[in-house]
């Protein structure tokens, strides 16, 4: 008689072998629907594993696809979702709804949600520092702006040669204690997601010195720059540059970027070109993307590798809890997550 667990074994192994012998091991999209299986997000009526929304395109994503683990919604209700970020010590997750102008915290103990700040300045991407401080880049404010522990906040920037800042949209910060940070227009387009004003800067990328605050323009090379994040041994800077449906990859120097070194094109279900908004790198280098239909995950070099289909159109990720291996994603109205096999490969 069969053990349970050669049984299970051979559930496991049968499902990860369709999954890789009906998508094969190309870039060819026309066999994947964009649209995810209808699902009760409630959890009363769960799909059987392992999740069939979570789909290999490359037999290298089956090592980070968990057979007994769901995609789970967490909330929703909010207008727009962005900037998930994890805080460690709370084991919490802080995330914006840039046009209720509000950040919201997930608590991992019980998941409830509240409101954890308001107004936020129409707040977008948000991190932590290596000191446990919340950075945010706001809209409204047109700044970078840094919670300090006694709950009061600093300027971090907010003008380049002084001129205002468009819209500061995501932050991330290095070891050497520095800020680095996308200013594209979209927070002055309108009323809704901030305060239509004048654009009197290019879409730029820049870094704020850790010893002295200096504001330098890191590059030029961008059309719309967006989401943004490091490689894991920080040597390259990816921006997600949805102006050109592109992730531009730049080698890092002692204060700033060199020159491109990678160039990145992502394909949406159909073979559609497609832009990520905001970006994250796990342990092994492959980035992790918001974008069309979910998140998309390609390796350093540009492969896609694997898919996770949501209902909703992915601004962001994070990787976070306790071991940083789950995936924490903003969508549209929601925020989903889902344990993957890989970590994280920053703090935020």
């Known amino acids: 008689m069969a053990t349970r667990r050669v049984v299970l074994k051979g559930a496991i192994d049968a499902a990860l072998l369709v999954s890789t012998s009906v998508l094969g091991q190309t870039l060819d999209f026309g066999q994947i629907s964009g649209k995810p299986l209808p699902r009760d997000w409630s959890g009363t009526s769960p799909l059987s594993y392992p999740d069939p929304d979570v789909i290999a395109l490359d037999p290298r994503f089956n090592q980070y696809i968990l057979f007994n683990t769901p995609l ?118 309108g009323d809704y997601e901030g305060e239509k004003a004048e654009s009197e800067l290019p879409g730029s990328v820049y870094r704020v010195d850790p010893h002295n605050g200096e504001i330098s323009r890191v590059t030029e090379d961008v059309v719309m720059p967006n989401g943004l994040c490091f490689s894991p041994d920080y040597k390259t800077l990816y921006i997600a540059d949805t102006g050109a449906d592109e992730i531009r990859g730049f080698a890092l120097r002692a204060n700033g970027i060199a020159n491109r070194v990678k160039t990145i094109s992502l394909q949406a ?20 993307c918001g974008a069309y239909p979910g998140v998309q995950v390609v390796s350093s070099t540009g492969a896609q590798l694997g898919l996770i289909r949501l209902p909703e159109i992915c601004s962001n990720v994070c990787f976070g809890g306790e071991k940083r291996n789950r995936l924490f994603m903003t969508a549209s109205q929601s925020l989903y997550a889902l344990y993957v096999g890989t970590r994280g490969a920053h703090i935020c």
Do not use: M
Request: hydrophobic share 30%; with cysteine.
């Open 269 to 288: 279900p159909g073979g559609v070109r497609c832009a990520a908004d905001g970006v994250r790198c796990d342990t092994d280098g492959n980035l992790w």
């Open 72 to 189: 789970q919604r967490l909330y929703t209700g909010s207008l727009w979702a962005e900037g998930p970020a994890w805080n460690g010590v709370g084991k919490y997750l802080v995330w914006s709804d840039i046009p209720n102008n509000t950040q919201l915290r997930w608590l991992d103990e019980n998941n409830h949600v509240s409101v954890f700040r308001q107004p936020s300045h129409n707040s977008n991407g948000n991190t932590f520092d290596f000191q446990g401080r919340q950075l945010s880049a706001e809209h409204a404010g047109r700044r970078i702006v840094r919670y300090e522990h006694s709950g009061n906040y600093s300027v971090i920037a907010d003008s380049f040669e002084g001129k205002k800042l468009n819209s500061p949209n995501d932050i991330v910060v290095h070891p050497d204690g520095s800020i680095w940070f996308t200013d594209p227009i979209y927070g002055l387009r």
